[in-house]
């Protein structure tokens, strides 16, 4: 876990995943911590760089600041657009679960141009009423946390799944105790004042919305009219789940989200991908820097030619989901060496920001020895020296 100082108060995230993969954030929902996300992070991360936070009070995110005033919208959404900073993406994936999909809302609505897409689930452009938060905020400040988690915990999940697991529920009763009160109070009256009628509406960004028929705090009929918000974005019910499906079923989530991320990248192979696709997905892999480099000396003779890697390779190749990077890194490392071209160098660097470790690059040099020749390898080796690699790591 690590910390960033935003506006005097220190956040706690987790950064998980290669550099060079796209970034998803992820936001959790009202008395939970980033810890709902755990469960799915090993099915992301093969192709995906994860943010998880922890909102004001929550976890090990510092409280609100008592003379800090309201909680808004808008400044849980710069937290999220910081830590995005953070993490050096221009552009990310928002998943957000009730109070995380108010921030994704906020982004929606203000931030547009930083979303590659938008995941909203358990969440609604209007939640309850402004005077049910009002009263729940006045009984934390009056009860505590802890008095009434009993109230809160079991809406969160199934009676089917509460009954097969009774702990889950002793379990989040704990971690809600220990949620800073006043924040908690503060983000329950920000759900009463928010409202994002008429704010979604033609944004840009592939949105999906994603519910359960078991939902108390925000049944299908909140999702349906968050729907009609979104200009019609595709709504999913999951029968038989509550309110936190990344706890209830981790796998349902997941699947989920590698369906629908890998859409967003285009339906390769069926109509082709676009250049901003593969420009994107270029910048994500080579870094921006060299991407622009690239740009600005390209002139009238090979800008055309740019362009046609850009859409071929990074497009078509590169945002394919069949593959991941990580892999996409071995084979391209290995046929460049093999072949003596120039841009093995490049690849080399890029398969540190893919996360591939010595063991893996020396493997793929090795095979390139059997399968492409000894010289081949020899001077990849000795490139590969060069840059860094062979510092003793295994």
Same mark, same amino acid.
């Given at each position: 876990?690590?910390?960033?100082?935003?506006? &005097?108060?220190?956040?706690?995230?987790?950064?998980?995943?290669?550099?060079?993969?796209?970034?998803?954030?992820?936001?959790?929902?009202?008395?939970?911590?980033?810890?709902?996300?755990?469960?799915?992070?090993?099915?992301?991360?093969?192709?995906?760089?994860?943010?998880?936070?922890?909102?004001?009070?929550?976890?090990?995110?510092?409280?609100?600041?008592?003379?800090?005033?309201?909680?808004?919208?808008?400044?849980?959404?710069?937290?999220?657009?910081?830590?995005?900073?953070?993490?050096?993406?221009?552009?990310?994936?928002?998943?957000?679960?009730?109070?995380?999909?108010?921030?994704?809302?906020?982004?929606?609505?203000?931030?547009?141009?930083?979303?590659?897409?938008?995941?909203?689930?358990?969440?609604?452009?209007?939640?309850?009423?402004?005077?049910?938060?009002?009263?729940?905020?006045?009984?934390?400040?009056?009860?505590?946390?802890?008095?009434?988690?009993?109230?809160?915990?079991?809406?969160?999940?199934?009676?089917?799944?509460?009954?097969?697991?009774?702990?889950?529920?002793?379990?989040?009763?704990?971690?809600?105790?220990?949620?800073?009160?006043?924040?908690?109070?503060?983000?329950?009256?920000?759900?009463?004042?928010?409202?994002?009628?008429?704010?979604?509406?033609?944004?840009?960004?592939?949105?999906?919305?994603? &519910? &359960?028929?078991?939902?108390?705090?925000?049944?299908?009929?909140?999702?349906?009219?968050?729907?009609?918000?979104?200009?019609?974005?595709?709504?999913?019910?999951?029968?038989?789940?509550?309110?936190?499906?990344?706890?209830?079923?981790?796998?349902?989530?997941?699947?989920?989200?590698?369906?629908?991320?890998?859409?967003?990248?285009?339906?390769?192979?069926?109509?082709?991908?676009?250049?901003?696709?593969?420009?994107?997905?270029?910048?994500?892999?080579?870094?921006?820097?060299?991407?622009?480099?690239?740009?600005?000396?390209?002139?009238?003779?090979?800008?055309?030619?740019?362009?046609?890697?850009?859409?071929?390779?990074? &497009?078509?190749?590169?945002?394919?989901?069949?593959?991941?990077?990580?892999?996409?890194?071995?084979?391209?490392?290995?046929?460049?060496?093999?072949?003596?071209?120039?841009?093995?160098?490049?690849?080399?660097?890029?398969?540190?920001?893919?996360?591939?470790?010595?063991?893996?690059?020396?493997?793929?040099?090795?095979?390139?020895?059997?399968?492409?020749?000894?010289?081949?390898?020899?001077?990849?080796?000795?490139?590969?020296?060069?840059?860094?690699?062979?510092?003793?790591?295994?």
């Amino acid at each position: 876990m690590a910390f960033l100082d935003i506006d &005097g108060r220190s956040v706690a995230y987790r950064l998980l995943g290669a550099e060079a993969n796209p970034l998803v954030l992820l936001a959790h929902p009202l008395g939970m911590t980033q810890a709902v996300w755990d469960d799915i992070l090993p099915a992301l991360l093969p192709r995906y760089r994860v943010l998880t936070w922890d909102l004001p009070g929550h976890g090990a995110s510092q409280a609100w600041p008592a003379d800090g005033g309201e909680i808004t919208p808008a400044a849980l959404a710069a937290e999220a657009l910081a830590l995005a900073d953070r993490a050096g993406a221009g552009r990310f994936h928002f998943v957000g679960t009730s109070i995380g999909g108010v921030v994704g809302q906020q982004l929606l609505a203000e931030h547009a141009e930083r979303l590659l897409s938008a995941t909203l689930t358990n969440t609604g452009a209007v939640i309850g009423t402004s005077e049910l938060w009002t009263t729940r905020a006045g009984r934390v400040r009056s009860e505590g946390l802890a008095e009434i988690s009993g109230e809160i915990v079991p809406r969160w999940f199934s009676a089917t799944r509460l009954a097969a697991e009774p702990a889950l529920e002793t379990g989040w009763r704990t971690q809600m105790a220990r949620t800073d009160g006043e924040s908690y109070a503060r983000l329950c009256e920000m759900l009463g004042r928010s409202d994002f009628r008429g704010q979604l509406r033609g944004s840009g960004v592939t949105i999906r919305l994603l &519910g &359960g028929s078991e939902d108390l705090a925000t049944p299908p009929e909140t999702l349906q009219a968050l729907a009609a918000e979104c200009d019609g974005a595709p709504l999913e019910i999951l029968e038989n789940f509550a309110h936190v499906p990344s706890v209830e079923s981790p796998e349902a989530m997941a699947k989920r989200l590698l369906l629908w991320l890998a859409q967003d990248l285009g339906d390769v192979g069926a109509k082709g991908v676009d250049y901003a696709t593969g420009l994107e997905t270029r910048k994500q892999v080579l870094g921006e820097a060299h991407v622009a480099r690239s740009t600005e000396n390209a002139t009238s003779l090979d800008a055309p030619f740019q362009q046609m890697i850009t859409r071929l390779a990074w &497009g078509e190749l590169w945002s394919n989901g069949d593959l991941t990077r990580r892999e996409r890194s071995m084979i391209t490392t290995g046929i460049l060496a093999a072949l003596g071209r120039e841009e093995l160098e490049l690849h080399l660097k890029t398969a540190r920001r893919i996360g591939l470790t010595e063991a893996e690059l020396r493997q793929v040099l090795m095979h390139v020895a059997i399968y492409g020749g000894v010289p081949a390898a020899n001077h990849a080796f000795a490139l590969a020296k060069q840059l860094g690699w062979g510092d003793g790591e295994a």
